[in-house]
DNA sequence: TGCGATTAGATCGCGCACGATTAAATATAT
DNA sequence: ATATATTTAATCGTGCGCGATCTAATCGCA
C-alpha cells in the first residue's frame, strides 16, 4: 500500500525534475569550461584529483563512474597534458591517475568558475547548502535500494 | 562580492550532487525500463506524448531536447513501432509526433515503474514533491540565467 | 511578385554513460 | 605448488546530448 499517486507528466515527476535540472547545469558549465578545453565530468575529475593520486578504481568511486567511462575520459585529459596515468609497482592491476603541473595549474584556473555558477542559481547559499543535503539523502537511499548489501546503516 | 566560499571537492558541489543523483535515478530506471526495450528519454517522451500530438518543436522544449537528439530517438522509437512522424500538411516544416497504439499500450503497461522508483527514493511523498519543487525552482533560475530574455517576470 | 530572413528538422562529429566481455595480475584454497 | 577465484582495467557496441551545419518550407515586406 503506497502512499502515492500516478502522476500523469514528466513536468510532475521528480525524476525528470533531476534529469532536467542536471541539463541546464550543464547547459551553465559549458561555456565557462569551454575555454578551458574541459567537459564536466573532466572539470569533476580535475576537482577530485586536485590533492590527491588515487588508483582509478577509486577515483570512480568517487564520482560514480566506471573503467568504461573513465578509460577513455583520462586518455583525452592525458593527451591534454593535465593526468598521469601508471601503474601501481606493488599492484600491476591497479592504475594510478594524478594530476600534472599543468593539470594543478589549470584547476586553479577554473576557480573562478564556481562563483559564475553560484550566481546563475539565483539561490542564497544556505538555500543551496540544504538542496545539496537533501539531494544527497536521496541519492544515498537510491544507491542502497540498488546494492543492499553494504548499507553501513545494517552492518552490526 | 559573493556571499560564497570556494569549494575544494565535488562532493560539496550542489552540481555534483544533482549530476550524481540523476545517475543514480538512471541506474533505478535502467532494470525498470529494460523488459520494455525502453531508456529513460524514451520513457519519458513516451509520458508526454500520452494525451497529446506534438510537432518535434514542442516535444523538445517539454523534454528539453532538439531535434539533434529527438531526431534519431523518435526513428527508434518509431522502428519499435511506439510513435508515428508525419508531416503537417499545413506547415510541411513541422514534423507531428504521436503515439501508436502500441505506443499507447505501452504506456500502461509501464504504470507499475512508479511505484518502484517511489520506494527506491526512500522518502516520503511529500519531502519528494517539495524537494522536485525547489529542483524545479533551481532549473528555472539557471534556464533563466542563460536565456535573459525570455523572463516572463520582466516582460510589461 | 519576388527575394532575403526566419523557422523546422535532419545530419555529422565528439564525448559521456553503461552493459557485456576480455585479459592480466593477484589472492585463495587445497 | 598449483589450480581456481577474484580483482582491476581495457575494449566494444549502443544510445544520449549537444555544437555546428545543412536543406527545405514559410514568412515578410518592399
Redesign the interface.
Known sequence: M???R????????????????????G???RPLLEPFGLT?PQY?VL??L??QTLPLRALGA???LESNTLTPLLKRMQAGGLVERRRNPEDERALMVSLTDKGRALREET?SI??C?????????A???A??D??????G??????DPKKDPAKTP
Chains 1, 2 share one sequence.
Open positions: 503506497h502512499m502515492s500516478y502522476v500523469e507528466s514528466p513536468a510532475e515527476m521528480l525524476c525528470f525534475s533531476l534529469y532536467a535540472a542536471d541539463h541546464a547545469m547547459r551553465v558549465y564536466y569533476i576537482m577530485e586536485a590533492d568517487a564520482v560514480g576557480k564556481q562563483a555558477v553560484f550566481e546563475a542559481t539565483g539561490l542564497p547559499l538555500e543551496l547548502a538542496l545539496r537533501k539531494i544527497n539523502q536521496l541519492r537511499n537510491l544507491q542502497r535500494s540498488l
